[in-house]
């Protein structure tokens, strides 16, 4: 019986060593998905741009059919409006193609950059004003003014292009999104500050 007790207590000590052994803590973000971390939130706004404005509206004169001449403007008919307006671009990013690749082996997170662009732009009615000119003096008026709503709408588009246009709109658009996407990881898993997290941006067109 003793040799048989020989061979089971070295047995049972590596047993119990291996018991108690603790495991080493790895590092490790598999079981995140890290794909719907950012695609999740569809959209981000990383700049908004207030303005106020004015534009300027010419309504023509009032025609007049004159026997062997034709048609002629009739005197003091023809009125120029100035309007102010003013609204809110917001400038940021579509989000639901960025899939984040994740390299485990190298612990490199690659995220996407695309293109930042015009989210929304609303309007600013508080600024809104009409005002007519007679004899070159500015006057308001409330009068029911109408006709000028597409030179407003085209004013507005120019707006947005004179943003994006700018450079310092994407950089400053880019800079934000980094910091959203690297704080969108960290609060779903705090092993992510383990991870280098690379950016590669889309050319611009």
């Known amino acids: 019986m ?12 590596f047993a119990l060593c291996a018991c108690g052994k603790k495991a ?3 590092v490790d973000i598999k079981t995140l998905n890290v794909s ?17 404005d004015f534009g300027t509206y ?29 609204g809110t671009i917001c400038v940021g990013f579509q989000l639901e193609d960025v ?16 293109e930042p662009i015009v989210l929304s732009h609303t309007p600013n009615h508080d600024a809104d004003g009409v005002y007519v000119i007679k004899n070159s003096i500015k006057t308001n008026t409330s009068e029911k003014i109408t006709g000028y709503e597409d030179t407003k709408d085209k004013l507005r588009k120019a707006k947005e292009e004179a943003l994006m246009a700018q450079e310092d709109t994407r950089k400053d658009a880019i800079k934000e999104y980094k910091k959203m ?16 997290i690379k950016y590669i941006e889309s050319e611009k067109t």
Do not use: H
């Open 2 to 13: 003793r040799k048989s007790y020989r061979l089971i207590f070295p047995f049972l000590l």
């Open 24 to 26: 080493e803590p790895q």
């Open 36 to 52: 719907s971390v950012i695609s999740s939130a569809r959209e981000l706004t990383t700049l908004k741009y207030e303005y106020t």
């Open 58 to 86: 010419e309504r023509e004169a009032e025609k007049i059919d004159i026997p062997l001449i034709g048609k002629a403007d009739i005197p003091m008919t023809k009125e120029e409006f100035i309007f102010t307006y003013g």
């Open 99 to 114: 899939v984040p690749q994740v390299d485990e082996e190298n612990k490199v997170i690659t995220i996407e950059v695309p």
């Open 181 to 196: 996407c690297e704080a969108w990881l960290l609060s779903a898993d705090s092993n992510v500050s383990e991870y280098q």
